[in-house]
């Protein structure tokens, strides 16, 4: 096999899956043209050719980290981002790598199938038997219905310099603002400081139920990290087509969160490819082609592509009703139910619609007492609200 080699240091990207046939210009076969940016898993290499998400894309440069990738060197299922300066120029596309995990393998079972990386134990029936213990991997993912990960491809590479630094994206759970340390993929713990946390935007504070990326060193059986970065897509581009799975919807097929990482509103002029509005169901992987509108992510293309029956996502889309009591600061609360309390937690990706049907900020201290309809999903025994919605409390 291929061992990709970081011209300087080493790396890797997100998401993916195919569409139709295109050509080498960044247009397909049938006119309709390429996205300006595209987040997926790689289809095809040939050349400087990259085919993501079954559009052609002439790259001119591959990087991770900010360092350089040769071309040659990327494989089928990498997931990446591509954008791209081609159809306003003659320039190539830009290529980033970004795994979900980069680490050294510690374990591999003896089927060849099960294997741990980072502390995390993960399953892949295409590992290559080149791949052994104490070689680094780069390892490009799905998130499942229980923290883990659908795997999709495993690389080996080879760092230019002894390279220390490991990389896991993954869900927050089990957050502990005492001993700064929360649980990621259900299983690794990190270790953080409030200096690590990525700073660039104003929503910076750590809750559970959020995707985050974390680089830092293992040491032992804990990920130390040194920086802490909250994935999202408050800032992308318009026009850009990204690949993912489906991880909650809402009970009016309005809205539905993708990958866990951010949320996409549709409308009467969303398209549909190979389905429709009905097919909208959490575990449905799909490419979703957005554009801003009103401060919110708008699906202007949905394009369908198969529905992950590897995992129970029934636990993905829980619906709680009852008055709010026991409010914890701004991180979860209690709501009383016929069944009996149940705690809830919350972070910046929760809606909050009022009683007047207007959706506003959160603030659990005056949501305190009211009667609220919550729809969640569970993820390591923990229940994340994506939307409250107040009743009339008369």
Same mark, same amino acid.
Request: proline letters at 2%.
């Given at each position: ?7 300087s240091?080493?790396?890797?990207i997100l ?13 397909n076969? !049938?006119?309709?043209q ?17 085919v993501v ?5 002439q ?14 060197d ?18 190539g596309?830009q ?14 079972a003896?089927n ?7 502390g ?12 052994g213990?104490?070689d ?7 998130p499942t219905?229980?923290?883990g ?8 590479f ?7 630094t490991v ?5 927050i759970?089990?957050?502990?603002? !005492?001993?700064?340390t929360f649980k990621?993929g ?10 690590s946390?990525?700073n ?8 559970d139920?959020?995707?985050v990326?974390?680089?830092g060193s293992?040491?032992g059986s804990?990920l130390q990290a040194k920086?802490?970065e909250v ?7 318009n026009?850009?087509?990204?690949e ?5 919807v ?17 409308n ?13 169901t959490?575990?449905?992987e ?13 699906a ?9 029956d590897?995992?129970d ?9 009852g008055r709010?009591?026991n409010?914890?600061?701004q991180? !979860? ?15 910046k990706n929760?809606?909050y619609?009022?009683?007047w049907?207007m959706?506003?900020a959160l ?13 969640t999903?569970?993820?390591?025994n ?7 919605e107040?009743e009339?409390?008369?």
């Amino acid at each position: 096999m291929k061992k990709l080699a970081l011209i300087s240091v080493v790396g890797l990207i997100l998401t993916g899956c195919g569409g139709s046939d295109s050509n080498s210009n960044g247009s397909n076969d !049938n006119n309709t043209q390429a996205p300006s940016a595209v987040q997926g898993t790689i289809d095809s290499v040939s050349g400087n050719t990259i085919v993501v998400n079954g559009y052609s894309y002439q790259v001119d440069s591959a990087n991770y980290a900010g360092e350089d990738v040769a071309i040659a060197d990327l494989e089928k299922n990498m997931m990446v981002s591509i954008s791209s300066n081609a159809r306003s120029t003659n320039d190539g596309a830009q290529l980033t790598l970004e795994p979900t995990i980069v680490g050294q393998i510690t374990y591999i079972a003896p089927n060849n199938i099960s294997f741990i990386v980072n502390g995390i134990t993960l399953t892949y029936s295409g590992l290559s038997e080149e791949i052994g213990v104490d070689d680094w991997v780069m390892v490009s993912s799905l998130p499942t219905a229980n923290a883990g990960y659908k795997v999709l491809s495993v690389v080996k590479f080879a760092p230019s310099e002894p390279y220390e630094t490991v990389e896991v994206e993954g869900l927050i759970t089990n957050l502990d603002v !005492n001993t700064l340390t929360f649980k990621l993929g259900g299983a690794l713990t990190v270790e953080y400081t409030m200096d690590s946390i990525d700073n660039d935007s104003n929503e910076s504070q750590l809750a559970d139920g959020l995707w985050v990326e974390v680089t830092g060193s293992m040491v032992g059986s804990v990920l130390q990290a040194k920086e802490v970065e909250v994935e999202d897509f408050d800032e992308i581009d318009n026009d850009t087509e990204i690949e993912g799975i489906i991880t909650w919807v809402a009970n009016d097929k309005l809205s539905f969160d993708l990958s866990y990482k951010g949320r996409f509103v549709v409308n009467d002029n969303t398209r549909y490819e190979d389905g429709n509005k009905s097919n909208l169901t959490v575990g449905t992987e799909v490419e979703v082609t957005t554009k801003q509108a009103n401060g919110e992510n708008v699906a202007t293309e949905i394009e369908f592509e198969h529905h992950d029956d590897t995992q129970d996502w029934s636990d993905n889309d829980i619906e709680f009703e009852g008055r709010v009591h026991n409010v914890k600061g701004q991180s !979860n609360f209690e709501i009383q139910t016929k069944s009996g309390d149940q705690l809830i937690y919350v972070n910046k990706n929760t809606r909050y619609e009022n009683e007047w049907g207007m959706d506003v900020a959160l603030d659990l201290d005056e949501l305190s007492g009211k009667l609220v309809e919550v729809e969640t999903y569970k993820i390591d025994n923990q229940y994340i609200a994506s939307e409250i919605e107040a009743e009339d409390n008369d």
